[in-house]
Antibody, heavy 117, light 107 residues
């Protein structure tokens, strides 16, 4: 069974930084495709970024230049480095993974990020 | 960016009802269309991928259809576990946007 576990969420002031982690079990980050998806309070799902098996990445326009997705092969861990955080970045951050770019069937339970002064 | 819309935004239905949810893309996404279910307080769950393929473990009462810009999720006979919010997502081109969601609640 594949499980994904996110961590690193918390309260941060506007303009601050935070790094989220996602550790899968039964799934290898570097061999597959992984994304981060955000859900604002009471809102829908917002796709943020994908890292491809080859190591390249794409981003949503709203986070490009502020967020960076990366992975550590030795730790089998996915990261999302977030900087210049804004109030509208608040929400639950989910990591998701799959064997293709086209659909991700493994999801974590999410970690809550609150950006507030 | 490709914009995704869904209709209706919410619907009320009874157990055993046939439910259909529509998803529209602002330009063709070919068959790169997925459907997710999300129950309150839970992570999204992939139901249908590539327009028509049922994810493993998903009941056969769920089905997907469509192509290009128009897609449909159908629940053939609504069950208690199906009261939830449903999202479509295109993965034809980045950013892989989601629709705004359709909430199915009890009539």
């Amino acid at each position: 069974e594949v499980l994904l576990a996110e961590s690193g969420g918390g309260l941060v002031q506007p303009g601050g930084s935070l790094r989220l982690s996602c550790v899968p079990s039964g799934f290898t980050v570097s061999d597959n495709y992984m994304s981060w998806v955000r859900q604002g309070p009471g809102k829908g799902l917002q796709w943020l970024t994908i890292i491809y098996s080859g190591g390249g990445a794409d981003y949503a326009g709203s986070v490009k230049g502020r967020f960076t997705v990366s992975r550590d092969t030795s730790k089998n861990t996915l990261y999302l480095q977030m900087s210049d955080l804004r109030v509208e970045d608040s929400g639950i951050y989910y990591c998701a993974g799959g064997y293709t770019t086209s659909w991700h069937n493994f999801w974590g339970q999410g970690t809550l990020v609150t950006v507030s002064s | 960016d490709i914009q995704m819309t869904q209709s209706p935004s919410s619907l009320s239905a009874s157990l055993g009802d046939r439910v259909t949810i529509s998803c529209r893309a602002s330009q063709s996404v070919h068959n790169y269309l997925n459907w997710f279910q999300q129950r309150p307080g839970k992570a999204p769950r992939l139901l249908i991928y590539a327009t028509t393929s049922l994810q493993g473990g998903v009941p056969s009462r769920f089905s997907g259809s469509g192509s290009g810009t128009e897609f449909t999720l159908t629940i053939s006979s609504l069950q208690p576990d199906d009261f939830a919010t449903y999202f479509c997502q295109q993965t034809y081109t980045v950013p892989f946007g989601f629709g705004p969601g359709t909430t199915v609640d009890v009539k």
